[in-house]
């Protein structure tokens, strides 16, 4: 499959936590990584590959992964957590890149 | 610091041709491969096309395939998307993207800001 899918709109209360997943065939052989984008901003990598955070990201951001999905888990949601997110992973083939259709996340 | 910045978008008649240029600094430029990804307005990213650090290798997204091609000049620490037969779907913020370089890496490690392609008569 070359598709990866995730839900267009997630919603989590101040402070809870939040799972956004992401789903494809890919993702058995190969890891997820998820993008924060904030409206008239560049995306920033928010988990790299084996679910890594770069330098600069809080860690109540974490991965996981089993079988053909991934998911993000955003433990105690922040104001400024408000954003797209997208995650992202190669085709079977390893040779294309793909992203999912993007989660719209709202913090209430 | 990283820093990629694009340019040379516009708006643009449908099939016609146009070139978008990415300056890269603050990398050794020639030992990374470097992707092209695209955001229509409202929309989702797209994933354009991919190209290895010597240049040997080049893939592209089903949608680009056979109309854009992707290179790069390491000498002036740039690369290129040359777009032919644009369409009114190519319309997009066209960003450049680093490759961390790591064998089976799926992510992207530095974004530029991008450059609007407008395709409309």
């Known amino acids: 499959s070359s598709e990866l899918t995730q839900d267009p709109t997630v919603s989590v209360a101040l402070g809870q936590t939040v799972k956004i997943t992401c789903q494809g065939d890919?993702?058995?052989?190969?890891?997820a990584s998820w993008y924060q984008q904030k409206p008239g901003q560049a995306p920033v990598v928010v988990l790299s590959?084996?679910?890594n955070r770069p330098s600069g990201i809080p860690d109540r951001f974490s991965g996981s992964s089993s079988g053909s999905a991934a998911s993000l888990t955003i433990t105690g949601a922040q104001a400024e957590d408000e954003a797209d997110y997208y995650c992202?992973?190669?085709?079977?083939?390893?040779?294309?890149?793909?992203f999912g259709g993007g989660t719209k996340l709202t913090v209430l | 610091q990283v820093q990629l910045l694009e340019s040379g978008g516009g708006v643009v008649q449908p099939g016609r041709s146009l070139t978008l240029s990415c300056v890269a600094s603050?990398?050794?430029?020639?030992?990374?491969?470097m992707h092209w990804v695209r955001q229509a307005p409202g929309k989702g990213l797209e994933w354009v096309a991919v190209?290895?650090?010597?240049?040997?290798?080049?893939y592209y997204a089903d949608s680009v395939k056979g109309r854009f091609t992707i290179s790069r000049d390491d000498s002036r620490k740039t690369l290129y998307l040359h777009m032919n037969s644009l369409r009114a779907e190519d319309t997009a913020v066209y960003s450049c993207?680093?490759?961390?370089?790591?064998?089976?890496?799926?992510?992207?490690?530095?974004w530029g800001q991008g450059t609007l392609v407008t395709v409309s008569s």
């Open positions: 992202a992973s190669r085709d079977s083939s390893g040779h294309y890149r793909m």
């Open positions: 993207a680093k490759d961390p370089g790591i064998v089976g890496a799926t992510h992207f490690d530095y």
């Open positions: 603050g990398f050794t430029f020639g030992s990374y491969g």
């Open positions: 190209i290895s650090y010597d240049g040997d290798n080049r």
């Open positions: 590959d084996k679910n």
């Open positions: 890919s993702l058995r052989y190969f890891y």
